[in-house]
Each structure stands twice: as C-alpha cells, then as structure tokens.
C-alpha cells in the first residue's frame, strides 16, 4: 500500500497522458514509476497466495520491499527537485514558446514571398519554416497514447480576417493560415493548452490585443 500511495501522483500523470487528448511532455513521468508499482502488484499477489497456502513470506521479501519502498521515495524526492532552468532551442522550449518561434517563422516566409511579389506560399511551400536542419519541430506535448506530434498547419482560404476561435477537434500545436481571395493578405494564429489555476483548456496562444495575430494586413 505504501508503494501504491508513494507512486500514485506519477501513476495519475501517466494515466491522464495515455487516454487524454493532451498534456505537458514535462508533466509524463518517467517508465521507472511502473516498476514498483508493478512490484507491488506482484508482492500482493505472491502475499495472498502464500496466505492461502498458510505459508508466511521469507526475509529477503520484507528487504526487497524496503529497498522498492526506499528507492521509490528517493526518486520523487530527486524528480520534484528537478527544475528546468532554461532552454536552447526551439525543439527544448516551452510549447507556447515553440508556438510563437514558429508562427514568427512561417510570417517570414509569407512576407518574403509578398516582398518579392508572389502571393501567399503554398502550404507544401511553408513546410519549410516547420523544420529545423530538415526535421520537423516537435511540439513539447503528448498526445493520446503518449504520442508526439509536429505542427499542423491548417489553411483558411477566402478570409476576411484572422481565425479567432478553436476549430472542433484541432489540438495545440495547430496554426491557423487565414489567407483573403487576392492571396494577398495573411493573418496567422496557433492553438496552444492553457493552465488557468489547475483548470486547462485548449485555446489561441494570448498576444498583447488579446490573442497574439501575425499578419501583413492594417
């Protein structure tokens, strides 16, 4: 029981990262938190049919569950001590980070383009700017099942103005591309997972005017 209590918060995380839509990459424990959770589950198995046998358990049990119960313990104590205390790249930052660093990248691109008067890039064109060194840059969340995932970029055609609200089913890591009919005009937003005092929801990564907007238009 205690290696069940002592395991549980990671065992959560862990559970809430495999069946839930998404969450923090910092947030999945590491596997090692399966090992004495497994432990425990075989230590009560072998306990109870031991029981039932009218046989008690040997010494090296009761130093094996020490040693779990000990080891367990030392590395929460070590994993809550852990603090990120910085990045160096896009690959290693914060989602939201990730997001803007990206978005700026694709608004490059577009205006590149317009500068040397082409219009809006293709979407197989603006590939590019979702790379780094020719691999694609993978957002700091998991998915369902533990999966990672690189950016989405969804395309608005005939648009009059920026994409203000979640489309049904999008994630984070979705950049929307609203482009006007002349293929002139561009506004560009991203979805991100917000944490507003332990509630979290899925919405447009926040700018200064409220949702952060990247466009060529007044």
Not at 85 to 114: C, E, F, H, N, Y
Not at 128 to 142: K, P, T
Request: proline share 7%; glycine share 8%.
């Amino acid at each position: 029981m205690l290696i069940v209590a002592v395991c549980a918060a990671p065992l959560n995380h862990l559970a809430v990262a495999l069946w839930g839509p998404v969450t923090f990459a910092d947030e999945v424990p590491s596997p090692v938190w399966v090992i004495p959770f497994g432990f425990a589950l075989v230590f009560a198995a072998v306990r109870l049919w031991r029981f039932a046998r009218g046989r008690a358990l040997g010494l090296r049990w009761t130093w094996a569950v020490l040693i779990v119960v000990s080891s367990v313990v030392v590395a929460r104590s070590v994993a809550q001590g852990h603090r990120v205390v910085g990045w160096s790249s896009v690959d290693d930052a914060p989602p939201a980070i990730q997001t803007a660093r990206v978005m700026k990248r694709v608004r490059d691109q577009i205006d590149a383009a317009l500068v040397a008067g082409h219009d809006v890039p293709s979407d197989r064109s603006l590939e590019s700017a979702l790379q780094i060194d020719g691999h694609m840059i993978v957002l700091n969340y998991r998915y369902r099942f533990l999966a990672r995932r690189p950016f989405r970029l969804v395309r608005i055609p005939d648009a009059r103005g920026p994409v203000d609200r979640k489309l049904p089913g999008d994630l984070p890591g979705t950049l929307y591309l609203a482009v006007s009919s002349d293929a002139r005009h561009y506004w560009l937003t991203g979805l991100i997972l917000l944490q507003d005092n332990g509630v979290r929801s899925v919405d447009l990564l926040p700018g200064p005017a409220g949702v952060l907007t990247l466009t060529n238009a007044g």
